[in-house]
């Protein structure tokens, strides 16, 4: 089938911002994330994109697949007023905001599954990577958000292929990137204030697909009872009740 997704556009972008802000836009890169850190020191904020990725990065030191032309890679640069006991927020408010504008833009119904996926169905279509540096005072100096979206693939490397979706498997329909990507930038325009917002957790749990799911942690499978205001995770082992951070979590493929 031929790709017939538009090129991305910093000026297409920039006609549908609310806030103009720099953006960067490359044909290839090895990874957007690092664009994206390399401009600490000059830039405020920031926002790179990039037609493909060599070396995409997923959470856990995993590969992101980032094929030319096929998907969204978009780095934040943002100078957030939050701690870096906020990092689990930071990544929901991020996996909010893109549903909110992938929701929008196609009629989809995508969810997410704890922390950093954003899924249809019980596959992957986004994958969401924070990374950032505290201060002296625990406060982030800065904060890097990173967002991979599958937009029109139409297959995948074998070993994700079961696990893996994009916007045209689940339409049938090329989408406009560029708009895509605005959207996405205004959703993200209010994190310091909205992400302490009871809205936003009520937001986010209206979007939640773990919530009496079954994982794995240390080999045995535990349940989801509930997640927290701070974004970890309440489940039940053995008939107690435990409180699990990411790190700690091996979601099942069925999940």
């Not at 600490?40 to 493909?52: D, P, Q, R, Y």
């Not at 924070?130 to 982030?140: A, F, H, K, P, V």
């Not at 009496?212 to 927290?228: N, P, Q, S």
């Not at 995770?233 to 493929?253: N, R």
Request: hydrophobic letters at 40%; one cysteine or more; charged letters at 25%.
């Amino acid at each position: 089938m031929k790709n017939m997704s538009i090129s991305l556009n910093k000026k297409a972008i920039e006609r549908k911002l609310n806030v103009i802000r720099p953006i960067y836009v490359s044909k290839t890169t090895g990874s957007t994330n690092d664009d994206a850190r390399a401009l600490v020191k000059s830039h405020e904020t920031a926002v790179v994109l990039s037609e493909c990725q060599t070396f995409g990065k997923g959470r856990l030191s995993r590969n992101f697949y980032s094929p030319a032309k096929e998907g969204l890679y978009m780095s934040f640069l943002l100078r957030p007023r939050l701690k870096g006991s906020d990092a689990g927020l930071i990544t929901s408010f991020a996996a909010v905001c893109v549903v909110r504008a992938l929701n929008s833009l196609t009629g989809l119904d995508a969810k997410i599954k704890w922390i950093n996926d954003v899924v249809v169905g019980k596959k992957k279509l986004c994958g969401i990577l924070t990374e950032g540096e505290l201060n002296s005072s625990g406060d982030y100096s800065y904060v890097i958000i990173g967002i991979g979206i599958n937009v029109s693939q139409v297959s995948f490397p074998d070993d994700i292929s079961s696990k893996a979706t994009s916007v045209l498997i689940e339409t049938g329909k090329y989408i406009d990137r560029n708009l895509l990507a605005s959207m996405i930038i205004n959703e993200m325009d209010s994190i310091s204030v909205a992400i302490k917002s009871p809205d936003f957790f009520k937001e986010y749990l209206s979007y939640s697909c773990v919530v009496g799911k079954e994982f794995e942690m240390d080999g045995k499978v535990v349940r989801v009872t509930g997640i927290k205001e701070d974004m970890s995770l309440i489940i039940e082992q053995e008939g107690k009740q435990k409180v699990c951070q990411p790190e700690e979590i091996t979601f099942h493929d069925n999940y």
